[in-house]
């Protein structure tokens, strides 16, 4: 029982994501893993270069605008320099 109990607390009191990412604990890892999850799996900073992460990013802006899902300007340009800082 025990053990049970401290399973089910790491798995929801730590997100799956927190040791998968750069600077895990960091404001913008944070909002980075919780708006690029909610409809995938959070892709790691070093998948692409820094190039193609702006496409990406161009394209999943529209795809969530179409959704009418969008994200602030301000979280945007956060992930952006994350992503940036992170890249491959």
């Keep these: 029982m ?3 109990i ?3 607390c790491l798995v929801f009191t730590s997100p ?5 990412i750069p600077d ?3 404001a913008s890892a944070q909002l980075f893993a919780q ?3 909610i409809c995938h799996s959070l892709p790691h900073p070093k998948r692409l270069d820094w190039p193609h992460w702006r496409s990406m990013l161009h394209v ?3 795809r969530m605008d ?3 899902m969008s994200i602030p ?3 945007w340009q956060q992930i952006a320099a994350y992503l940036k800082h992170h890249a491959r």
């Design 16 to 20: 799956a994501w927190a040791t998968e």
């Design 60 to 62: 999943m802006k529209q």
């Design 73 to 75: 300007d301000e979280e």
């Design 66 to 68: 179409d959704r009418d």
């Design 24 to 26: 895990a604990g960091s």
């Design 35 to 37: 708006r690029c999850s």
């Design 6 to 8: 401290t399973v089910l």
């Design 2 to 4: 025990r053990v049970l």
